[in-house]
């Protein structure tokens, strides 16, 4: 498939990363992600990284806006969309009159920013629309001979992120709770459609750098001592006893676990609780979210125990990794029910994924 223009310029950015003297670092100790600060100067990077209006992080694996450091403002470019740097096999698709002309408006109401970008082309058009309060909102279109593509994401607060593709009027749905879950729901559409666009976002760091290092430092972990699904859900239990003195010891043993019980309390039917169990689980919730953005550390935290992660990303794990991963969940008294064998012999890798209805929970 013929990549459009934006997500040329998109990609060559991920690809061959510039370093620019008049972007700073961010000021964040939490953050480390390896680069590469003698990588050559490529394609003029898109008003997303040029313009310091406003700032993106990620936070439990998921995009937020930063609600402190924006401005407001408005800016309108327009450049030529060819590229004095090699694009291999694309090189030759772009012509003289294709032109990107980009937008960033960012305004505030009380304290809250909102920002609206686009990019758009004769075939292409991305936009993203976010606010300080957790939303995010991206959409891509690109039409061509062959086929019509339009992707759109949707990041709410407190709710999956969901993922609407149409391919030549073939529609699919994809959800999950959080960036790091999307790439394994589906590897070649998220590098395609998204991963160049977060990079932008959160530049100078690179998602796939992130990602991956939060992946391997959790499979080293994955023969550490767990806490059992039963002892947890015991713990929860004992958010709704009579006794104040067990309510709170529960509810501090939960705390302790850390990063990694938020995805288990995501998992939580609310409505099967009563209201003192309900109230205090939010109240974890929001004592367990940090305020500083993520560094691979915590993500290999936040998907240490996390089921639905490792359920996705078993398709591209070793037989001894597979192996290590099933035992832990077992350990813990969680199936984890891969679609792959756990065979010391060779297996081809499966998507998990790939229609809403198997991603519902």
């Not at 309108?76 to 740097?85: G, H, I, M």
């Not at 994401?153 to 992120?161: C, E, G, S, T, W």
């Not at 990694?260 to 309390?265: G, K, N, T, Y």
Request: proline content about 6%.
């Amino acid at each position: 498939m013929r990549w459009p223009p934006i997500l040329i310029s998109l990609g060559m950015i991920f690809i061959m990363p510039e370093v620019l003297s008049a972007v700073e670092p961010r000021p964040s100790s939490q953050a480390t992600v390896p680069g590469d600060p003698s990588s050559p100067p490529t394609l003029r990077p898109t008003l997303l990284r040029q313009n310091s209006s406003a700032s993106f992080q990620l936070v439990l694996g998921r995009l937020r806006l930063d609600s402190v450091r924006y401005r407001k403002g408005s800016q309108t470019v327009q450049r030529n969309a060819t590229s004095p740097f090699s694009l291999g096999s694309n090189s030759g698709e772009l012509s003289d009159d294709d032109v990107i002309s980009e937008t960033l408006n960012v305004e505030g109401c009380r304290g809250v920013p909102a920002l609206h970008y686009s990019s758009s082309s004769r075939h292409s058009l991305v936009t993203i629309d976010a606010d300080g309060q957790g939303t995010v909102r991206m959409e891509s279109r690109y039409d061509a001979v062959d086929e019509d593509v339009k992707i759109v994401l949707v990041q709410r607060p407190d709710a999956n992120i969901q993922v609407e593709t149409i391919r030549s009027g073939i529609k699919e749905t994809y959800q999950a709770a959080n960036w790091l879950q999307l790439r394994e729901v589906n590897p070649g559409l998220f590098a395609m459609y998204f991963e160049p666009v977060i990079d932008e976002l959160l530049w100078p760091y690179r998602f796939r750098d992130i990602a991956d290092e939060a992946h391997r430092i959790a499979l080293e972990n994955a023969g550490t001592e767990q806490i059992h699904a039963e002892q947890v859900n015991g713990w929860i239990e004992g958010l709704r006893s009579p006794s104040r003195m067990v309510r709170n010891e529960s509810e501090a043993s939960l705390r302790l676990l850390g990063v990694a019980l938020l995805p288990r309390l995501a998992r939580l039917d609310l409505t099967l609780l009563d209201t003192e169990q309900r109230l205090r689980i939010v109240r974890i919730q929001k004592q367990l979210t940090p305020l500083t953005e993520d560094d691979a550390a915590r993500l290999s935290n936040l998907i240490r125990d996390d089921v639905d992660y490792w359920r996705l990303a078993s398709s591209r794990l070793d037989a001894p990794q597979l192996a290590s991963i099933d035992a832990k969940f077992k350990r813990m008294g969680i199936p984890l029910r891969s679609h792959r064998k756990v065979d010391p012999a060779p297996t081809s890798g499966t998507r998990i994924a790939s229609t809403d209805s198997e991603m519902r929970r």
